[in-house]
Protein backbone atom coordinates (compact mmCIF):
# COMPACT_ATOMS: atom_id res chain seq x y z
CA UNK A 1 0.00 0.00 0.00
CA UNK A 2 1.41 3.34 -0.84
CA UNK A 3 2.34 5.06 2.47
CA UNK A 4 0.89 8.76 3.18
CA UNK A 5 2.51 11.62 5.19
CA UNK A 6 0.32 11.35 7.81
CA UNK A 7 -2.16 8.61 9.11
CA UNK A 8 -5.55 9.29 8.52
CA UNK A 9 -7.92 9.17 11.94
CA UNK A 10 -10.33 6.89 12.77
CA UNK A 11 -13.30 9.92 12.21
CA UNK A 12 -11.60 10.35 8.69
CA UNK A 13 -11.20 6.81 7.68
CA UNK A 14 -14.95 6.63 8.65
CA UNK A 15 -16.27 9.85 7.12
CA UNK A 16 -16.35 8.67 3.60
CA UNK A 17 -18.39 5.23 4.41
CA UNK A 18 -20.66 7.21 6.65
CA UNK A 19 -21.27 9.67 4.24
CA UNK A 20 -21.70 6.21 1.24
CA UNK A 21 -24.12 4.65 3.20
CA UNK A 22 -26.31 7.92 3.86
CA UNK A 23 -26.58 8.40 0.52
CA UNK A 24 -27.02 4.84 -0.86
CA UNK A 25 -30.26 4.92 1.97
CA UNK A 26 -31.32 8.28 0.40
CA UNK A 27 -31.34 6.94 -2.91
CA UNK A 28 -33.37 3.94 -2.10
CA UNK A 29 -36.84 6.24 -1.13
CA UNK A 30 -35.88 8.89 -3.67
CA UNK A 31 -35.31 6.91 -6.52
CA UNK A 32 -36.94 3.66 -7.91
CA UNK A 33 -34.11 2.36 -9.74
CA UNK A 34 -30.97 3.11 -8.05
CA UNK A 35 -28.60 0.93 -10.41
CA UNK A 36 -29.37 3.65 -13.36
CA UNK A 37 -27.10 6.18 -12.17
CA UNK A 38 -27.70 7.03 -8.34
CA UNK A 39 -25.49 4.68 -6.81
CA UNK A 40 -22.68 5.61 -9.01
CA UNK A 41 -22.69 8.78 -8.10
CA UNK A 42 -22.87 8.38 -4.18
CA UNK A 43 -20.20 6.12 -4.94
CA UNK A 44 -18.14 8.71 -6.65
CA UNK A 45 -19.38 11.19 -4.12
CA UNK A 46 -17.90 9.29 -1.69
CA UNK A 47 -14.90 8.57 -3.36
CA UNK A 48 -14.18 12.32 -3.53
CA UNK A 49 -14.19 12.76 -0.04
CA UNK A 50 -12.20 10.16 0.50
CA UNK A 51 -9.87 11.81 -2.21
CA UNK A 52 -9.99 15.51 0.19
CA UNK A 53 -9.10 13.51 2.94
CA UNK A 54 -6.36 11.20 1.64
CA UNK A 55 -4.72 14.65 -0.14
CA UNK A 56 -5.31 16.49 3.36
CA UNK A 57 -2.84 13.68 4.80
CA UNK A 58 -0.19 14.70 2.09
CA UNK A 59 -0.32 12.07 -0.41
CA UNK A 60 0.05 13.16 -3.57
CA UNK A 61 -2.94 12.91 -6.56
CA UNK A 62 -0.26 11.20 -8.97
CA UNK A 63 0.09 7.97 -6.39
CA UNK A 64 -3.97 8.15 -5.45
CA UNK A 65 -4.82 7.82 -9.16
CA UNK A 66 -1.77 5.22 -9.80
CA UNK A 67 -3.75 2.85 -7.31
CA UNK A 68 -7.58 3.69 -8.52
CA UNK A 69 -6.31 2.67 -12.37
CA UNK A 70 -4.32 -0.47 -10.51
CA UNK A 71 -7.86 -1.48 -8.57
CA UNK A 72 -9.87 -0.71 -11.86
CA UNK A 73 -8.03 -3.24 -14.02
CA UNK A 74 -8.17 -5.75 -11.48
CA UNK A 75 -12.34 -5.80 -12.07
CA UNK A 76 -11.96 -5.37 -16.01
CA UNK A 77 -12.07 -9.41 -16.33
CA UNK A 78 -15.16 -9.34 -14.32
CA UNK A 79 -16.74 -6.62 -16.40
CA UNK A 80 -15.42 -8.29 -19.73
CA UNK A 81 -17.45 -11.50 -18.24
CA UNK A 82 -20.46 -9.89 -17.64
CA UNK A 83 -20.82 -8.12 -20.84
CA UNK A 84 -20.45 -11.62 -22.63
CA UNK A 85 -22.74 -12.98 -20.10
CA UNK A 86 -25.12 -10.45 -21.69
CA UNK A 87 -24.98 -11.54 -24.90
CA UNK A 88 -24.93 -15.17 -24.78
CA UNK A 89 -27.96 -14.32 -22.72
CA UNK A 90 -29.26 -13.02 -26.21
CA UNK A 91 -28.37 -15.67 -28.21
CA UNK A 92 -29.06 -18.28 -25.76
CA UNK A 93 -33.02 -16.60 -25.63
CA UNK A 94 -33.72 -16.31 -29.56
CA UNK A 95 -32.23 -20.14 -30.21
CA UNK A 96 -34.88 -21.03 -27.49
CA UNK A 97 -32.35 -22.65 -25.20
CA UNK A 98 -33.59 -21.08 -22.36
CA UNK A 99 -37.61 -21.22 -23.69
CA UNK A 100 -36.67 -24.89 -24.23
CA UNK A 101 -35.15 -25.18 -20.50
CA UNK A 102 -38.04 -23.79 -19.19
CA UNK A 103 -40.39 -25.71 -21.15
CA UNK A 104 -39.53 -29.30 -20.54
CA UNK A 105 -38.73 -27.99 -16.72
CA UNK A 106 -42.64 -27.23 -16.25
CA UNK A 107 -43.15 -30.67 -17.41
CA UNK A 108 -40.72 -32.71 -14.71
CA UNK A 109 -40.47 -30.48 -12.26
CA UNK A 110 -43.07 -31.32 -8.80
CA UNK A 111 -43.78 -27.38 -7.63
CA UNK A 112 -43.38 -27.98 -3.67
CA UNK A 113 -39.78 -29.19 -4.61
CA UNK A 114 -39.10 -26.97 -7.06
CA UNK A 115 -37.04 -24.85 -4.23
CA UNK A 116 -34.82 -27.42 -3.27
CA UNK A 117 -34.40 -28.32 -7.03
CA UNK A 118 -33.15 -25.26 -8.00
CA UNK A 119 -30.45 -25.20 -4.96
CA UNK A 120 -29.34 -28.57 -5.79
CA UNK A 121 -29.27 -28.37 -9.71
CA UNK A 122 -27.10 -24.89 -9.41
CA UNK A 123 -25.14 -26.71 -6.84
CA UNK A 124 -24.50 -29.74 -9.67
CA UNK A 125 -23.82 -27.32 -12.38
CA UNK A 126 -21.68 -24.96 -10.25
CA UNK A 127 -19.14 -27.87 -8.47
CA UNK A 128 -18.78 -29.26 -12.01
CA UNK A 129 -18.17 -25.52 -13.45
CA UNK A 130 -16.63 -23.58 -10.96
CA UNK A 131 -18.67 -20.72 -11.69
CA UNK A 132 -21.37 -19.31 -9.90
CA UNK A 133 -21.48 -16.43 -12.71
CA UNK A 134 -21.99 -18.79 -15.36
CA UNK A 135 -24.20 -21.23 -13.42
CA UNK A 136 -26.51 -17.98 -12.60
CA UNK A 137 -26.42 -16.84 -16.51
CA UNK A 138 -27.45 -20.02 -17.95
CA UNK A 139 -29.35 -22.55 -15.46
CA UNK A 140 -30.18 -20.14 -13.22
CA UNK A 141 -32.06 -18.17 -15.92
CA UNK A 142 -34.02 -20.72 -16.75
CA UNK A 143 -34.80 -21.95 -13.35
CA UNK A 144 -35.91 -18.27 -12.68
CA UNK A 145 -38.51 -18.83 -15.60
CA UNK A 146 -39.97 -22.02 -14.28
CA UNK A 147 -39.66 -20.77 -11.02
CA UNK A 148 -42.19 -17.71 -12.05
CA UNK A 149 -44.19 -20.08 -14.49
CA UNK A 150 -45.27 -22.09 -11.27
CA UNK A 151 -45.85 -19.18 -9.20
CA UNK A 152 -42.98 -18.67 -6.88
CA UNK A 153 -42.24 -14.77 -6.23
CA UNK A 154 -38.66 -14.27 -8.04
CA UNK A 155 -36.64 -12.92 -5.29
CA UNK A 156 -37.31 -16.18 -3.63
CA UNK A 157 -36.38 -18.19 -6.57
CA UNK A 158 -33.54 -16.18 -7.09
CA UNK A 159 -32.53 -16.77 -3.59
CA UNK A 160 -32.32 -20.84 -4.09
CA UNK A 161 -30.32 -20.34 -6.89
CA UNK A 162 -28.01 -18.36 -5.83
CA UNK A 163 -27.58 -20.80 -2.67
CA UNK A 164 -26.71 -23.29 -5.14
CA UNK A 165 -24.59 -21.59 -7.32
CA UNK A 166 -22.48 -20.14 -4.45
CA UNK A 167 -22.21 -23.86 -2.84
CA UNK A 168 -20.21 -24.74 -5.53
CA UNK A 169 -18.19 -21.65 -6.02
CA UNK A 170 -17.25 -22.69 -2.24
CA UNK A 171 -15.93 -26.46 -2.36
CA UNK A 172 -15.59 -27.02 -6.51
CA UNK A 173 -11.64 -27.49 -7.34
CA UNK A 174 -11.98 -25.54 -10.86
CA UNK A 175 -13.39 -22.32 -9.00
CA UNK A 176 -11.13 -19.47 -8.31
CA UNK A 177 -12.10 -18.58 -4.95
CA UNK A 178 -11.76 -21.93 -4.13
CA UNK A 179 -7.94 -21.42 -5.24
CA UNK A 180 -7.46 -18.06 -3.88
CA UNK A 181 -8.05 -18.56 -0.25
CA UNK A 182 -5.90 -21.09 0.98
CA UNK A 183 -3.08 -19.46 -1.00
CA UNK A 184 -3.66 -16.41 0.99
CA UNK A 185 -3.86 -17.88 4.39
CA UNK A 186 -0.93 -20.80 3.11
CA UNK A 187 -2.14 -24.12 2.78
CA UNK A 188 -2.72 -26.38 -0.49
CA UNK A 189 -6.64 -26.55 -1.88
CA UNK A 190 -7.86 -30.00 -0.93
CA UNK A 191 -7.27 -29.38 2.67
CA UNK A 192 -9.11 -26.56 2.37
CA UNK A 193 -11.87 -28.42 1.01
CA UNK A 194 -12.18 -30.81 3.48
CA UNK A 195 -11.71 -28.50 6.21
CA UNK A 196 -15.01 -26.29 4.35
CA UNK A 197 -16.89 -29.33 4.48
CA UNK A 198 -17.22 -28.63 8.13
CA UNK A 199 -19.08 -25.76 8.09
CA UNK A 200 -20.53 -26.05 4.04
CA UNK A 201 -22.56 -29.03 5.22
CA UNK A 202 -24.23 -27.85 7.99
CA UNK A 203 -25.30 -24.68 6.07
CA UNK A 204 -26.25 -26.53 2.93
CA UNK A 205 -28.49 -28.96 4.89
CA UNK A 206 -30.25 -25.98 6.69
CA UNK A 207 -31.09 -23.80 3.36
CA UNK A 208 -32.05 -26.79 2.09
CA UNK A 209 -35.11 -27.40 5.20
CA UNK A 210 -35.66 -24.14 4.78
CA UNK A 211 -36.75 -24.17 1.44
CA UNK A 212 -38.75 -27.66 1.46
CA UNK A 213 -40.61 -25.69 4.47
CA UNK A 214 -41.50 -23.02 2.58
CA UNK A 215 -42.27 -25.29 -0.54
CA UNK A 216 -44.90 -27.12 0.86
CA UNK A 217 -46.27 -23.93 2.65
CA UNK A 218 -46.57 -21.62 -0.59
CA UNK A 219 -49.25 -20.63 -1.74
CA UNK A 220 -49.25 -20.60 -5.27
CA UNK A 221 -50.51 -18.34 -7.47
CA UNK A 222 -50.58 -20.20 -10.74
CA UNK A 223 -52.88 -22.95 -11.54
CA UNK A 224 -51.89 -26.44 -13.71
CA UNK A 225 -53.90 -24.17 -16.48
CA UNK A 226 -51.64 -20.86 -16.26
CA UNK A 227 -48.57 -23.39 -16.32
CA UNK A 228 -50.12 -24.64 -19.34
CA UNK A 229 -50.49 -21.59 -20.97
CA UNK A 230 -47.05 -20.20 -20.70
CA UNK A 231 -45.89 -23.89 -22.26
CA UNK A 232 -48.50 -23.04 -25.08
CA UNK A 233 -47.19 -19.61 -25.41
CA UNK A 234 -43.50 -20.79 -25.52
CA UNK A 235 -44.47 -23.15 -28.02
CA UNK A 236 -45.59 -20.27 -30.08
CA UNK A 237 -42.62 -18.85 -30.85
CA UNK A 238 -40.22 -21.61 -30.12
CA UNK A 239 -39.29 -24.79 -31.69
CA UNK A 240 -38.47 -27.00 -28.62
CA UNK A 241 -35.93 -29.13 -29.87
CA UNK A 242 -34.07 -31.46 -27.53
CA UNK A 243 -31.11 -30.71 -29.96
CA UNK A 244 -31.10 -27.11 -28.35
CA UNK A 245 -29.53 -28.42 -25.21
CA UNK A 246 -26.67 -29.49 -27.54
CA UNK A 247 -25.34 -26.38 -26.67
CA UNK A 248 -25.00 -26.17 -22.77
CA UNK A 249 -23.45 -29.40 -22.70
CA UNK A 250 -20.73 -28.10 -24.98
CA UNK A 251 -20.42 -25.09 -22.92
CA UNK A 252 -20.32 -26.82 -19.28
CA UNK A 253 -18.04 -29.32 -21.09
CA UNK A 254 -15.52 -26.28 -22.35
CA UNK A 255 -15.68 -25.08 -18.33
CA UNK A 256 -14.77 -28.19 -16.90
CA UNK A 257 -12.12 -28.60 -19.55
CA UNK A 258 -10.91 -25.21 -17.74
CA UNK A 259 -10.77 -23.15 -20.79
CA UNK A 260 -11.21 -19.98 -19.26
CA UNK A 261 -13.82 -17.80 -18.91
CA UNK A 262 -14.49 -15.10 -22.09
CA UNK A 263 -13.44 -17.24 -24.79
CA UNK A 264 -16.04 -20.57 -23.33
CA UNK A 265 -18.77 -17.58 -22.81
CA UNK A 266 -17.62 -15.92 -26.24
CA UNK A 267 -18.20 -19.82 -27.65
CA UNK A 268 -21.28 -20.25 -25.58
CA UNK A 269 -22.49 -17.10 -27.12
CA UNK A 270 -21.77 -17.47 -31.25
CA UNK A 271 -23.16 -21.53 -30.35
CA UNK A 272 -26.42 -20.07 -29.50
CA UNK A 273 -26.45 -17.75 -33.01
CA UNK A 274 -25.99 -20.71 -34.59
CA UNK A 275 -28.54 -22.57 -33.64
CA UNK A 276 -31.02 -19.57 -33.58
CA UNK A 277 -30.20 -19.57 -37.59
CA UNK A 278 -31.27 -23.46 -37.77
CA UNK A 279 -33.62 -24.31 -35.35
CA UNK A 280 -35.96 -20.63 -35.02
CA UNK A 281 -35.89 -19.28 -39.04
CA UNK A 282 -39.50 -17.55 -38.36
CA UNK A 283 -38.32 -16.00 -35.01
CA UNK A 284 -35.06 -14.95 -37.04
CA UNK A 285 -36.85 -13.07 -39.62
CA UNK A 286 -39.03 -11.71 -36.91
CA UNK A 287 -36.42 -9.84 -35.21
CA UNK A 288 -34.74 -8.81 -38.40
CA UNK A 289 -37.66 -7.39 -40.20
CA UNK A 290 -39.09 -8.00 -42.96
CA UNK A 291 -37.33 -7.59 -46.82
CA UNK A 292 -34.41 -9.16 -46.68
CA UNK A 293 -32.92 -12.44 -47.28
CA UNK A 294 -32.40 -15.10 -44.59
CA UNK A 295 -28.64 -14.84 -44.36
CA UNK A 296 -28.89 -10.93 -43.63
CA UNK A 297 -31.60 -11.59 -41.50
CA UNK A 298 -29.65 -14.41 -39.49
CA UNK A 299 -26.69 -11.65 -39.60
CA UNK A 300 -28.90 -8.55 -38.14
CA UNK A 301 -30.81 -11.14 -35.44
CA UNK A 302 -28.22 -12.40 -34.76
CA UNK A 303 -26.26 -8.98 -33.52
CA UNK A 304 -29.21 -7.41 -31.97
CA UNK A 305 -29.57 -10.50 -29.94
CA UNK A 306 -25.72 -9.88 -28.82
CA UNK A 307 -26.02 -5.93 -28.52
CA UNK A 308 -29.25 -4.61 -28.29
CA UNK A 309 -33.10 -5.30 -26.61
CA UNK A 310 -34.79 -7.86 -27.93
CA UNK A 311 -38.96 -8.33 -27.40
CA UNK A 312 -40.65 -11.51 -27.94
CA UNK A 313 -44.55 -11.17 -28.65
CA UNK A 314 -46.83 -13.86 -27.54
CA UNK A 315 -50.39 -13.60 -26.43
CA UNK A 316 -48.87 -14.32 -22.58
CA UNK A 317 -47.86 -11.08 -21.22
CA UNK A 318 -45.81 -13.08 -18.38
CA UNK A 319 -43.97 -14.96 -21.11
CA UNK A 320 -43.44 -11.95 -22.95
CA UNK A 321 -41.04 -9.77 -19.94
CA UNK A 322 -39.42 -14.04 -19.52
CA UNK A 323 -38.83 -13.80 -23.24
CA UNK A 324 -37.05 -9.92 -23.14
CA UNK A 325 -33.57 -9.65 -23.50
CA UNK A 326 -31.24 -6.75 -22.77
CA UNK A 327 -27.60 -8.22 -24.33
CA UNK A 328 -24.48 -6.46 -24.09
CA UNK A 329 -26.29 -3.04 -23.74
CA UNK A 330 -28.53 -4.04 -20.47
CA UNK A 331 -25.14 -4.85 -18.87
CA UNK A 332 -23.83 -1.30 -19.04
CA UNK A 333 -25.27 0.31 -16.30
CA UNK A 334 -23.83 -2.63 -13.62
CA UNK A 335 -20.54 -1.72 -15.33
CA UNK A 336 -20.72 1.65 -14.69
CA UNK A 337 -21.51 0.55 -11.08
CA UNK A 338 -18.89 -1.39 -10.49
CA UNK A 339 -16.10 1.13 -12.16
CA UNK A 340 -17.10 3.74 -9.49
CA UNK A 341 -17.05 0.99 -6.46
CA UNK A 342 -13.41 0.56 -8.01
CA UNK A 343 -12.75 4.47 -7.63
CA UNK A 344 -14.35 4.59 -4.24
CA UNK A 345 -12.30 1.12 -2.96
CA UNK A 346 -9.16 2.24 -4.86
CA UNK A 347 -9.10 5.55 -2.83
CA UNK A 348 -9.65 4.03 0.60
CA UNK A 349 -7.06 1.55 0.19
CA UNK A 350 -4.72 3.66 -1.23
CA UNK A 351 -4.81 6.37 1.42
CA UNK A 352 -4.62 3.45 4.25
CA UNK A 353 -8.37 4.60 5.38
CA UNK A 354 -9.46 0.40 5.01
CA UNK A 355 -6.57 -0.47 6.95
CA UNK A 356 -7.00 1.89 9.44
CA UNK A 357 -10.18 1.18 10.28
CA UNK A 358 -9.31 -2.65 10.71
CA UNK A 359 -6.78 -2.36 12.64
CA UNK A 360 -8.59 -1.82 15.89
CA UNK A 361 -10.52 -4.98 15.33
CA UNK A 362 -7.29 -6.97 15.10
CA UNK A 363 -6.99 -5.84 18.34
CA UNK A 364 -9.83 -6.46 20.19
CA UNK A 365 -9.60 -10.13 19.23
CA UNK A 366 -8.61 -11.96 21.69
CA UNK A 367 -9.62 -15.23 21.60
CA UNK A 368 -9.74 -18.03 18.67
CA UNK A 369 -13.89 -17.25 18.54
CA UNK A 370 -12.96 -13.39 18.29
CA UNK A 371 -10.28 -13.55 15.93
CA UNK A 372 -12.89 -15.83 13.30
CA UNK A 373 -15.56 -13.26 14.51
CA UNK A 374 -13.60 -10.53 13.74
CA UNK A 375 -12.06 -12.34 10.21
CA UNK A 376 -15.46 -12.24 8.95
CA UNK A 377 -16.62 -9.19 9.77
CA UNK A 378 -13.05 -7.70 8.35
CA UNK A 379 -14.41 -9.65 4.73
CA UNK A 380 -18.27 -8.52 4.62
CA UNK A 381 -16.14 -4.78 5.11
CA UNK A 382 -14.01 -5.24 2.38
CA UNK A 383 -16.77 -6.60 0.24
CA UNK A 384 -18.88 -3.60 0.92
CA UNK A 385 -16.16 -0.71 0.65
CA UNK A 386 -13.84 -2.26 -1.76
CA UNK A 387 -16.59 -3.83 -3.58
CA UNK A 388 -14.59 -6.81 -4.64
CA UNK A 389 -14.65 -10.00 -3.45
CA UNK A 390 -11.14 -11.15 -4.38
CA UNK A 391 -9.70 -8.00 -2.00
CA UNK A 392 -12.36 -9.28 0.45
CA UNK A 393 -10.03 -12.68 0.38
CA UNK A 394 -6.73 -11.11 -0.31
CA UNK A 395 -6.61 -8.56 1.52
CA UNK A 396 -7.99 -10.12 5.57
CA UNK A 397 -5.58 -13.06 4.41
CA UNK A 398 -2.63 -11.27 4.39
CA UNK A 399 -3.57 -8.93 7.35
CA UNK A 400 -4.94 -12.21 9.99
CA UNK A 401 -2.42 -15.04 8.72
CA UNK A 402 0.30 -13.98 11.17
CA UNK A 403 -2.34 -13.61 13.98
CA UNK A 404 -3.94 -17.24 13.68
CA UNK A 405 -0.32 -18.67 13.02
CA UNK A 406 0.44 -17.08 16.69
CA UNK A 407 -2.67 -18.35 18.53
CA UNK A 408 -1.37 -22.21 16.82
CA UNK A 409 -4.54 -21.79 14.56
CA UNK A 410 -3.60 -24.42 11.10
CA UNK A 411 -4.14 -22.19 7.96
CA UNK A 412 -6.65 -24.22 6.66
CA UNK A 413 -9.04 -22.44 9.52
CA UNK A 414 -8.35 -19.11 8.03
CA UNK A 415 -8.61 -20.15 4.70
CA UNK A 416 -12.00 -21.47 5.14
CA UNK A 417 -13.35 -18.20 7.12
CA UNK A 418 -12.19 -16.37 4.19
CA UNK A 419 -14.04 -18.73 1.63
CA UNK A 420 -17.25 -18.43 4.45
CA UNK A 421 -17.27 -14.95 4.73
CA UNK A 422 -15.54 -13.40 1.75
CA UNK A 423 -16.53 -15.34 -0.89
CA UNK A 424 -20.50 -16.10 0.86
CA UNK A 425 -20.98 -12.08 1.23
CA UNK A 426 -20.36 -10.54 -1.79
CA UNK A 427 -23.23 -11.55 -3.84
CA UNK A 428 -25.19 -9.63 -1.11
CA UNK A 429 -23.85 -6.49 -1.61
CA UNK A 430 -25.77 -4.34 -4.12
CA UNK A 431 -22.50 -2.24 -5.62
CA UNK A 432 -19.98 -5.22 -5.36
CA UNK A 433 -18.98 -6.54 -8.65
CA UNK A 434 -20.81 -9.89 -7.81
CA UNK A 435 -24.56 -8.27 -6.00
CA UNK A 436 -23.96 -6.04 -9.11
CA UNK A 437 -23.88 -8.70 -11.83
CA UNK A 438 -26.26 -11.10 -10.26
CA UNK A 439 -28.56 -8.52 -9.94
CA UNK A 440 -28.71 -7.95 -13.17
CA UNK A 441 -28.85 -10.85 -14.87
CA UNK A 442 -31.21 -12.36 -13.02
CA UNK A 443 -33.44 -9.38 -13.15
CA UNK A 444 -33.99 -8.93 -9.25
CA UNK A 445 -32.52 -6.50 -6.99
CA UNK A 446 -29.96 -7.11 -4.60
CA UNK A 447 -31.89 -6.08 -1.27
CA UNK A 448 -34.65 -8.34 -2.74
CA UNK A 449 -33.21 -11.64 -2.91
CA UNK A 450 -30.45 -11.17 0.41
CA UNK A 451 -33.33 -12.33 2.69
CA UNK A 452 -33.63 -15.90 0.67
CA UNK A 453 -30.11 -16.67 0.34
CA UNK A 454 -29.85 -18.62 2.91
CA UNK A 455 -26.66 -20.41 2.23
CA UNK A 456 -24.70 -17.15 1.79
CA UNK A 457 -26.16 -15.89 5.38
CA UNK A 458 -25.67 -19.14 7.01
CA UNK A 459 -21.84 -19.80 6.15
CA UNK A 460 -20.47 -16.77 7.72
CA UNK A 461 -22.17 -17.68 11.09
CA UNK A 462 -21.73 -21.39 10.83
CA UNK A 463 -17.61 -20.24 10.91
CA UNK A 464 -18.13 -18.24 13.70
CA UNK A 465 -20.45 -21.11 15.79
CA UNK A 466 -18.08 -23.49 14.83
CA UNK A 467 -15.55 -21.40 16.48
CA UNK A 468 -17.30 -20.89 19.38
CA UNK A 469 -18.64 -24.15 20.23
CA UNK A 470 -15.42 -25.48 19.38
CA UNK A 471 -17.05 -28.81 17.80
CA UNK A 472 -14.04 -30.83 17.69
CA UNK A 473 -11.83 -27.92 16.95
CA UNK A 474 -9.34 -28.74 18.98
CA UNK A 475 -8.35 -31.85 17.43
CA UNK A 476 -8.88 -30.21 13.78
CA UNK A 477 -6.90 -27.08 13.95
CA UNK A 478 -4.38 -27.33 17.21
CA UNK A 479 -0.78 -27.64 15.62
CA UNK A 480 1.87 -29.42 16.85
CA UNK A 481 4.69 -28.75 18.96
CA UNK A 482 7.18 -25.92 17.91
CA UNK A 483 9.79 -28.12 16.31
CA UNK A 484 6.86 -30.28 15.01
CA UNK A 485 5.74 -27.36 12.83
CA UNK A 486 8.91 -26.63 11.48
CA UNK A 487 9.74 -30.28 10.83
CA UNK A 488 6.13 -30.11 8.62
CA UNK A 489 7.12 -26.59 7.11
CA UNK A 490 10.07 -28.60 5.93
Not at 86 to 92: M, R, V
Not at 435 to 441: E, M, P
Request: with cysteine; aromatic share 8%.
Amino acid sequence: MVSTNRTPSLAEALLPIVCLVILLTINVFVFEDTLAGSNQIALLLAATIAGIIVRRNGQKWEETNQHVVKTIGSAMPSMLILLLIGSLAGTWMISGIVPAMIYYGLEIINPNLFLVTAVIVSALVSVATGSSWSTIATIGVALLGIGKAIGFNEPLVAGAIISGAYFGDKISPLSDTTNLAPAMAGTDLFTHIQYLLFTTIPSLIITLVLFLVIGFNYEFHSSIHDIELVKVAIEEVFNTSSWLFLVPVILFGIIIMKVPPVPSLMIGTILGAIFAVVFQPDLVREIAGSGMSYTKASYVSSMQAMFGDVSLSTHNENVNHLLSTSGMRGMLDTIWLILSAMVFGGIMEAGGLLSRITRPIMKMAKSTGALVSSTVGTCIFFNATASDQYLAIVVPGRMYRKAYEDRNLKPEVLSRTLEDSGTMTSVLIPWNTCGATQSRVLGVATFDYLPYCFFNLISPLMSILFAYFNIKIRRLVSRPAKAETQNEAI
